[in-house]
């Protein structure tokens, strides 16, 4: 086994990856992590913590659920369920290369602003880099931005082969293309 991921139920996504970092060698994950019930900044402290704890070993699962979880459950807003990750993706992103690169914070969204950064708030730049971003994306809209803008995208465990062959799979192809990059593909579970 290489690594092991913890997903949003009825405990704390990020405790047992804090318990496990300092005691193992495994790869760490959230698959997947609420995003719109976390800011973009608490998000990004906890990532960052936690690639520190396993020494560059962790990456940040983030997903959307559905909107009665996010406004019942949780209590947050809902808007545009694909924008609104975009937005959380790259915001984590800008925080990060404000810590590690200097790069002065200023994201501004519909959903999310960051401008304010000071010395005795931020951590010092991550000896391991920032952790990688991934999202979970069944839709192929989800899919495309996960692929432009994330690091990875998780694949729903449910996905059937016909769904990933005909609607996952070019989603991703076109996201990519839009990034003139390379993401990677993880699945959640096996076929």
Do not use: C
């Not at 559905?66 to 545009?80: A, C, L, Q, T, Y």
């Not at 990060?96 to 519909?110: A, I, K, S, V």
């Not at 999310?112 to 952790?131: C, D, E, R, V």
């Not at 991703?172 to 990059?181: A, Q």
């Amino acid at each position: 086994m290489d690594g092991g991921f913890t997903f949003d139920s009825g405990h704390d996504v990020f405790l047992p990856l804090a318990t496990a970092a300092p005691v193992t060698s495994l790869d760490l994950m959230t698959n997947v992590a609420m995003a719109f019930p976390r800011s973009p900044m608490v998000l990004a402290i906890t990532a960052n913590d936690l690639q520190l704890l396993s020494k560059g070993r962790f990456r940040l699962g983030l997903g959307t659920q559905v909107k009665p979880h996010i406004e019942k459950r949780f209590g947050s807003p809902w808007g545009k369920p694909v924008q609104h990750m975009r937005e959380w993706v790259l915001a984590i992103n800008a925080i990060f290369r404000n810590w590690n690169e200097g790069e002065p914070l200023d994201f501004r969204g519909e959903y999310t602003t960051h401008t304010l950064s000071t010395p005795a708030f931020s951590p010092a730049p991550n000896p391991y880099g920032p952790p990688k971003v991934l999202v979970g994306a069944l839709g192929p809209r989800m899919n495309e931005m996960a692929a432009e803008v994330a690091d990875g995208v998780l694949v729903m465990p449910f996905n059937s082969e016909r769904h990933m062959d005909e609607r996952t799979m070019p989603a991703i192809r076109r996201g990519l293309e839009t990034s003139g990059g390379a993401s990677t593909t993880t699945r959640s579970a096996s076929r």
